[in-house]
């Protein structure tokens, strides 16, 4: 009997993970009045994970459990509130829980602490690369690293001072951060400016993003594209039904897009899918055959939050990126031109 009962509780041990699974895989979405899966709400991009796979973690999809937690402790000891830390934008978060330092950075960036505005969230996950296998962006063409080569840097910090506006990048500039919102050192793509508000009609939805107050429009209504000639910022998006699932695919990027090299060929393809109550999974793959050699997919798991958007101070033209920056390129000619004088 005793044999018995033992037998029956290892099975029902064994069949619980099953169990769990299989209400998990009933969970089906709210639907909007017109019967489509509802997407609508506030969903914020709190992960930490990096976008390309540490070559200290080169084979290894996931963290153990035990990793998981002793990062968990390494962040709480690197930026916590009362930690004089730089800010770790982009993939600098999970790479300084790697590298384990005594202190991040000097702490007189002027960014300080501005980590614990939102919770990074540390999973086991090693990239949000899930193709290639390796978690790896795949190589560049020469054309793609040639391109990238020109593209101004993300940031003003370092280098001789910006001559004119297209020395800047369109993030300085204040045009568009971009998209998609991912990148090794891009610091809007995560965290505190991660937020992305969802919006459904009929016949369109849209995507607003807090970071630079931009809205992506997409038409689900079967529309062809605009002709080839046609290129916008942020590319021409359609948007289809495949089961719960929504598949947006964008084409006709602007060449000044440039987004980590590529051309204007750039084609992409992102599939949002609400998989929990408060959990949107966006995967999105990523394909220009004249910037990659082939294509890449990244998988991002965005929660659902209360807070609000707020207006993102930033356009074309605001003081500090345009005047503030060029302002000392101006300040160089000035000294030129007044040390030509007294040598005359």
């Known amino acids: 009997m005793k044999s018995f009962l033992a037998a029956a509780i290892a099975l029902s041990i064994l069949l619980f ?5 299989s209400q998990a895989s009933k969970w089906s979405p709210p639907l909007t009045p017109d019967g489509k899966p509802d997407l609508q709400g506030v969903w914020l991009n709190q992960s930490a994970t990096p976008l ?37 934008g982009g993939d600098n978060f999970f790479l300084a829980l790697l590298a ?20 990074r969230t540390i999973d086991n996950r090693t ?9 790896r962006i795949p190589p560049m063409t020469p054309d793609g690293s040639a391109r990238l080569a020109r593209t101004p840097p993300p940031t003003a910090a370092g280098g001789p001072p910006a001559a004119g506006p297209e020395e800047l990048s369109n993030a300085m500039r204040c045009i568009t951060y971009g998209m998609p919102r991912i990148g090794r050192q891009n610091i809007n793509a995560a965290g ?17 993003l807090e970071a630079i107050h931009e809205t992506r429009v997409i038409p689900l209504d079967g529309r062809p594209h605009l002709p080839q000639g046609l290129t916008l ?28 090299g590529s051309s204007s060929t750039l084609h992409i393809v992102e599939r949002f899918t609400r998989v929990a109550a408060d959990m949107l999974q966006y995967d999105v793959t990523i394909d220009d055959q004249t910037t990659w050699t082939k294509p890449w997919t990244v998988s991002i798991r965005m929660k659902q939050s209360q807070d ?23 300040a160089d000619e000035r000294a030129l031109e007044d040390g030509a004088n007294r040598s005359k």
């Open 17 to 21: 993970p099953i169990s769990l699974a």
């Open 233 to 260: 910022w942020s590319g021409d998006s359609r948007g289809r039904w495949e089961g719960n699932t929504l598949v947006v695919d964008t084409t006709n990027f602007s060449p000044k897009s440039n987004f980590m």
């Open 52 to 88: 390309e796979r540490p070559k200290e973690l080169a084979g290894r999809e996931f963290l153990t459990d035990e990793e998981v937690a002793e990062f968990k402790r390494r962040a709480a000891r690197l930026f916590d509130v009362t930690t004089d830390s730089d800010f770790p």
């Open 100 to 119: 384990n330092p005594e202190k991040y950075g000097t702490g007189t960036s002027g960014t300080s602490n501005a980590t614990v505005m939102i919770e």
């Open 127 to 135: 990239s949000l690369i899930v193709d290639p296998p390796d978690g």
């Open 192 to 208: 505190p400016l991660g937020y992305y508000q969802i919006l459904q009609t009929p016949g369109y939805l849209t995507i607003t």
């Open 308 to 330: 609000k958007l707020y207006e993102y101070a930033c356009h074309e033209g605001n003081y500090v990126t345009m005047e503030g920056i060029l302002g000392a390129a101006r």
